[in-house]
């Protein structure tokens, strides 16, 4: 359920007022997602999303925002902020902030297929180069600072094996950061949920609240993460291999790239390890959150160490 703040006909209509948006047809709200109110738009301009804000504040969102607005300039399907009449992006509605963006086509798909790995690929490779000209910055909410913070909390709730197993990977991987990779935006959290697919082609990339600036290979770590497992967690190197041979073509990796892919597989599945731990043991008070599983990337992290040659080019 997603609706978590309720905004009326008479409500959007006066806010819609504000903007050269024509007038409202219909107002929907979307059952998904789990962090934002969401309702679809139809106005007689077109389709659009409008979005409430539950958790970031108006300090953190001209960063995303503007993300967007860059990338959908440079031809990335994703939501493209529209202004408002005094040329903001960001306004308020019903006390929560809130802004209107264009509404992408597709659907999101649970099972890829090659070529759907494919087109996701070369999209996340044109994305990070599309970002190269963003000029924000913004430091990763989910780093190693964070991992090493959260992995301390949650390691209480956890059988031995495991917490030794969590601190280990945490403490290998503050000694070892990745460096000396390429750097730009980066999505963060590219699962199969947030990229709407119309048939093969990539219809839209959404969810970019997670986005800042790191390893582009990190991004690519965490999309193969999702996107390319087997049921019992581990890479399917067809899809692997056609997701980064995409990938390449449009932004071609270096060597340095090439020699730490394990680790950054490692990483990436470290991070939603802890994410998932500390969102099943630590909710949030007053979250509705199922919980996703954290034994499904615990196992492809075990995975990914058992294999010190993972799928590549
Ligand atoms: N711009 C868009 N165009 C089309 N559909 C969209 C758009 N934005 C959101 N949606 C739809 O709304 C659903 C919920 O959006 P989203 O995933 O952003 O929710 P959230 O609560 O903000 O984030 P989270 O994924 O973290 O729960 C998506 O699964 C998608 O179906
Ligand atoms: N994509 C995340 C949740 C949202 O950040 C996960 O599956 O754990």
Same mark, same amino acid.
């Given at each position: ?8 006909? %008479?409500? =959007?209509?006066?806010? &819609? $007022?504000?903007? #050269? ?6 107002? @929907?709200?979307?059952?998904? *997602? ?63 902030? %809130?802004? =209107?963006?264009?509404? &992408? $086509?597709?659907? #999101? ?6 070529? @759907?790995?494919?087109?996701? *690929? ?192």
């Amino acid at each position: 359920m997603a609706v978590f703040t309720r905004v009326s006909e %008479a409500d =959007i209509a006066a806010w &819609l $007022s504000n903007y #050269s948006l024509g007038t409202l047809i219909e107002l @929907q709200g979307i059952p998904a *997602g789990i962090e934002n109110t969401n309702y679809f738009v139809t106005t007689s301009n077109g389709r659009f999303v409008l979005t409430l804000f539950e958790k970031l504040t108006s300090d953190d969102l001209p960063f995303f925002l503007n993300l967007m607005a860059h990338l959908a300039r440079h031809g990335i399907p994703c939501p493209c902020p529209v202004a408002d009449k005094q040329n903001h992006f960001l306004g308020k509605l019903n006390d929560k902030p %809130a802004c =209107i963006v264009s509404r &992408l $086509s597709g659907k #999101s798909v649970t099972q890829p297929n090659t070529a @759907q790995c494919a087109a996701v *690929g070369a999209m996340l490779g044109q994305m990070h180069s599309a970002g190269q000209s963003f000029g924000d910055q913004m430091l990763n909410p989910r780093g190693s600072s964070w991992r090493a913070e959260a992995a301390n909390k949650v390691k209480r709730f956890l059988p031995a094996q495991d917490a030794a197993l969590l601190e280990s990977e945490v403490a290998l991987h503050a000694a070892n950061p990745l460096n000396g990779l390429p750097r730009g935006i980066i999505h963060a959290d590219l699962f199969r949920d947030n990229v709407l697919m119309d048939g093969e082609h990539v219809g839209g990339l959404i969810d970019f609240y997670f986005a800042c600036t790191g390893n582009l290979l990190y991004d690519v770590a965490i999309t193969v993460n999702d996107w390319c497992m087997t049921p019992e967690g581990k890479l399917d190197a067809t899809h692997t291999r056609a997701m980064l041979n995409a990938y390449h073509a449009a932004r071609p990796f270096t060597a340095r790239e090439a020699e730490a892919w394990p680790m950054a597989l490692r990483v990436a599945a470290l991070r939603f390890w802890i994410s998932r731990l500390y969102d099943l043991y630590l909710p949030r008070e007053g979250e509705m959150v199922h919980p996703h599983n954290p034994e499904q990337f615990k196992r492809i992290l075990q995975n990914h160490i058992a294999t010190p040659q993972p799928a590549w080019l």
